[in-house]
């Protein structure tokens, strides 16, 4: 059974950093390519990073662009979201989620089927 264990998330104010992670489970990391989601309170889910299983092929959303990185580490089974700059329009609850891609990635939640539980960033103003 696949697993995800999203955390890093907290309070930080705005021009801060966090730094999130995703543990990956019950599949192998090698195979996994993996996205972040956020969604804030009335608004729907959007992407904001994601990468490959194969070559790291890496994209980001606009808003996020020169802000955050994405990255695996594969001795930690781990993707990390490494987030500068942060605004507070980037409160949310931050997901991460694998998907049977693999040189690819891809912004759209429907291509991602193994879901974590979610880490809540606020950024206070």
């Known amino acids: 059974e696949v697993q995800l264990q999203a955390s890093g998330g907290g309070l930080v104010q705005a021009g801060g950093s966090l730094r999130l992670s995703c543990r990956v489970f019950g599949v192998l990391f090698d195979d996994a390519t993996i996205g972040w989601f956020r969604q804030a309170p009335g608004k729907e889910r959007e992407g904001v990073s994601c990468?490959?299983?194969?070559?790291?092929?890496?994209e980001y959303a606009d808003s996020v662009k020169g802000r955050f990185t994405i990255s695996r580490d594969r001795a930690r089974n781990t993707v990390f979201l490494q987030m500068n700059g942060l605004r507070p329009e980037d409160t949310a609850h931050y997901y991460c989620?694998?998907?049977?891609?693999?040189?690819?990635?891809?912004?759209?939640?429907?291509?991602?089927?193994?879901w974590g539980q979610g880490t809540l960033v606020t950024v206070s103003s």
């Open positions: 990468v490959s299983a194969v070559g790291a092929n890496t």
């Open positions: 989620a694998a998907s049977d891609l693999r040189y690819s990635c891809s912004e759209y939640d429907v291509m991602y089927q193994h």
